[in-house]
């Protein structure tokens, strides 16, 4: 197994570091940089519990090789408040109960945070479409939806 | 999370406080089993898994494996001679002489990284001797069905099951109540059914995960995602025959638990494993393949079930057998018959009862305690032919349910009066908000559309003794740690606890901490968080403690006033005279007590309230007639609604609404019981989808989240409608009881209620699809 050199930018930081071929970006994050927000639900890219935005696009990270993210950006969970200051998505999660055991919530924020940059103003089918590939077993997406909604109206995106 | 001291909410129960444990989840910092960091000591497990459905093992060669580099021990039945097991003690650690499913744990293997265990997992050789198997639970329940357990008669067993030696039927519950042979004649109307229900799996988005320590001095600790860390301790403790005392459980947040981190499933395992490398964690996760096979499912059920009513539409008698697919091992199973044993009527006054329910063993998976415990999956076939009743005789099916349901006071089939409910208004709140009654047109010419209606109830199924402990402790600042040994699975346990400390004390919400994460080493014994008890249960007990230190508060704070007590109390974190209006801030004398006049001395000193509860009044039912003083602590009841469309010429379904109301008791939090109802229709509508698939010779055919498709945002209903009701129970706090599971139990048999009304067509079998659908219409317009 070949281990490989990257740099790569996560959370805004430049990270170099080396990797096997085979070592998932999901993996990495985790085992390499401690950043265990990024959560393991099923490693086929069926859950969305892994999903990090690559350049600004939710990918499962599972799904992708660290090897492919060298020179470019990453951004997980632990990135959307820098400084302790809660994104308005994160905010409005706690505000509208959009959380219960929590393992599905970062990828759903990273799902939403991507959604609300590249629309932000989605309709209810259109935050529906974009979370499919997020599954969440507690909440019924219910209040997920809702927050994203309250987000989108106050016109601010993450 | 620490909210600032300004931040804060008086009297906090009934109020919709933000969740105690939402600013962590949110940032991505709330630790989970996986996410715990052990260093490069850690090693890693995978285990070895039966190809066959049941077989005799003939020989196991670990050579080849035990040969690679990296590979540090493989460990197999013949290491782990005793089982384990809560009610039933019938499940090997690892098969010895034979497995019993597909996926069955032969061997497990340690290894310095995943990639090495699972290499070395693949060069374990194993010989087997296959023998025949059966899957459906009633051929598994004759005679002379291949028997699974020939040693069933010599396992150790709860006094309250009875297994039958010489046979796969683990459990046998008998309900007699009345006469139903001289009922029958007397019925104007009487509907036969059959229904079946696959296995189904809880499907948390957090798979299993267990790392065990087995360190040189023979303590032994396990973190795990766990609902029941003590249960869990109990069970590996006697199995591997550690003393109590040397093996720690300590549990994380929990991704998701359903009930199927409630038992003993791999955790054991892994606690196993640890032992063959001692003083190196083992770190031992479930791939979601493993998931799905490899820990525990909801049993399938077969139930035939036939009911009677007289022309008035009064319910006369009911005869009724379930026959419960326990798989392969069936410990927690066994419990799960009986439970629908003893509520086979549904929440329905029926005078004439016969009722036979059965836990068979079958070479799959292992059924387990799973949401609803047995009340979904009996549900799904009363409240069906409730309707048929209400149909026969011409009555509306919300009228029926109103007249014959079970009301506060009645005397129910184990022959108790039923604790205090009211399930009429739950009736009334989700009629009225699917418009029931009224005709609404489809959206569409091609589409049909349809209401229905499906009723519940459920008593938490525990054995008679199941105790809660809590602790309260201060910090100097006043603020509070409140210990329990009850974990927050999502449902809001954290919060609600929370919430009870705070307003039995007389500090603001945002001063009470739970001490995280439940540690069987630190945190006060609780039985289970199952059986949605630990609202009523574990808020018992932190009630109970938070009493006994605010006694102590007001007993130093009197003294140092020269006041009596009961003049004395405690808001917002100050002590207060009703009398002489004088104030002692908590801050400070929670920990270094008072000085005395002129400092002569001191009064008081660290608070700490300690408090538990048990119910003490459950008692046994007679074996043949299933009859008792009291056969559970209370009941909660609720109904829904749904509102749906058929696409008729595809078969799919849209639900428009579901409507939910429970009666709670007491609602803690107003808005978490909204995101229970919320939660619980999705994955009650989900679950009537869902479906596990073997082939012929019981290899599953769906263990990923592709084939096995579980309800995701583009699936859920265009309305969900939330209500509740309080009618207290007797002893829960502020009156308050569970309802976590029962959210989930009649969304399936509503759908079939809606669908047969829009269509005219019934399904007695589960998973609805629509292609059943769409066949469903075909068949019946003769083509």
Known sequence: MTTHTITVTVNGAKERLDVPSNMTLLKMLREKLALTGVKNGCEAGECGACTVLLDGEPVNSCMVLAVETDGHEILTVEGLAPEGELSPLQQAFIEHNAVQCGYCTPGMLMSATALLQRNPHPTETEIKEALVGNLCRCTGYVRIIKAIQSVAEQGAAS | ?783
């Open chain 2, 1 to 783: 999370m620490t909210e600032s001291k300004t931040t804060f909410t008086s009297e906090p129960v009934g109020k919709s406080v933000p969740r105690i444990d939402a600013y962590e989840k949110v940032t991505g910092s709330a630790i989970y089993a996986d996410d715990m960091q052990f260093g490069p000591g850690l090693w890693y497990g995978r285990l070895v898994r039966s190809p066959h459905a049941h077989a005799l093992i003939k020989k196991i060669d670990v050579s080849q494996a035990l040969a690679m580099p990296g590979v540090k021990a493989v460990v197999t039945g013949a290491d782990t001679p005793k089982n384990f097991g809560l009610y039933l003690v019938d499940r090997p650690i690892f098969a010895r002489d034979r497995v019993r499913f597909v996926g069955e744990p032969v061997a497990g293997v340690v290894a310095v990284s995943e990639e090495i265990a699972e290499e070395a997992a693949k060069r374990v050789i194993v010989e087997y001797e296959v023998l025949e198997p059966v899957f459906d639970p009633v051929e598994a329940a004759q005679p002379d069905a291949p028997l699974l357990h020939p040693d069933l008669g010599k396992y150790k067993v709860a006094n309250f099951i009875f297994p039958q030696p010489g046979t796969n039927i683990s459990e046998h519950f008998k309900l007699r109540r009345g006469d139903v042979e001289a009922a029958w004649p007397k019925c104007a109307a009487i509907v036969e059914g059959e229904f079946r229900l696959p296995q189904i799996q809880h499907v948390p988005i957090e798979p299993h995960v267990a790392v065990s320590l087995w360190d040189l001095s023979d303590q032994v600790t396990l973190w795990t995602c766990s609902q029941s860390p003590f249960a869990q301790r109990d069970l590996i403790a006697q199995s591997l025959d550690i003393p109590h005392g040397n093996l720690r459980v300590v549990s994380p947040y929990v991704g998701g638990g359903f009930g199927g981190k409630a038992g003993v499933s791999m955790e054991i395992c892994a606690v196993a494993m640890a032992r063959a490398v001692k003083g190196h964690p083992v770190k031992l996760r479930m791939t979601r393949e493993e998931e799905f096979i490899g820990t525990t499912v909801r049993q399938s059920l077969v139930a035939r079930t036939k009911i009677g009513c007289d022309a008035e539409g009064n319910l006369l008698a009911m005869e009724t057998a379930y026959y419960f697919g326990g798989g392969a091992y069936n410990d927690y199973g066994v419990n799960i018959a009986r439970a629908a044993g003893y509520s086979c009527t549904g929440p329905y006054l029926i005078p004439n009862v016969k009722g036979d329910s059965y836990c068979v063993y079958t070479n799959l998976p292992v059924g387990s305690a799973m949401r609803g415990f047995g009340m979904p999956e009996i549900h799904w076939g009363i409240e069906q032919i409730m309707d048929q009743l209400a149909e026969k005789i011409g009555m509306d099916p919300a009228e029926f349910r109103r007249r014959n349901c079970v009301k506060t006071g009645e005397t129910i089939l184990t022959g108790m009066k039923m604790t205090p409910i009211d399930l009429v208004a739950c009736i009334d709140k989700v009629t009225e908000a699917v418009n029931w009654g009224k005709d609404e047109p489809p959206s569409a010419p091609h589409k049909k559309r349809g209401k229905g209606l499906a009723i519940m109830w459920k008593a938490p199924a525990m054995p008679p003794n199941p105790g809660s402990a809590a602790i309260v402790r201060f910090n100097e600042d006043a603020t509070v740690n409140v210990s329990i040994g009850a974990q927050d699975l999502g449902q809001g346990a954290f919060t609600a606890m929370a919430q009870i400390a705070a307003q039995t004390l007389g500090v603001p919400y945002e001063w009470v901490r739970i001490s995280v994460p439940v540690d069987t080493k630190y945190s006060p014994y609780e039985w289970q968080t199952v059986a949605s008890r630990i609202t009523w249960s574990t808020g018992n007990a932190v009630r109970a403690a938070a009493l006994d230190a605010k006694r102590q508060i007001l007993e130093i704070v009197a003294q140092h006033w020269g006041e009596n007590p009961e003049d004395l109390d405690i808001k917002d974190g100050v002590v207060f005279s009703y009398r002489t209006e004088e104030e002692q801030p908590l801050k400070g004398m929670v920990i270094y007590g008072l000085p005395n006049d002129n400092f002569e001395g001191w009064t008081g000193g660290p608070i700490i309230g300690q408090g538990h509860f048990m119910p003490t009044y459950v008692t046994n039912l007679d074996f043949e007639t299933g009859q008792g003083t009291r056969a559970v602590v209370h009941y909660t009841v609720g109904a829904q609604a749904v509102d749906l469309e058929v696409d008729t010429e595809t078969g799919e379904i849209e639900i428009l609404k579901i409507a939910s109301a429970y009666d709670v008791g007491k609602a803690i939090n107003p808005d978490l019981i909204m995101t229970q109802i919320e939660g619980g229709a999705v994955h009650g509508m989900s679950s009537a989808f869902e479906g596990l698939k073997y082939d012929e010779a019981g290899r599953p055919l769906n263990p990923n989240l592709v084939d096995y498709r579980i309800a995701t945002a583009m699936d859920i209903p265009r309305q969900i409608h939330g209500d509740f009701v309080e009618t207290p129970v007797e002893d829960g706090p502020w009156g308050a009881r569970g309802v976590g599971e029962h959210v989930m139990v009649p969304t399936a048999p509503a759908i079939a209620n809606a669908l047969y009304n829009a269509l005219g067509v019934r399904f007695n079998d589960l998973p609805l699809s629509a292609e059943k659908v769409y066949m469903a219409l075909k068949k019946r317009a003769g083509k």
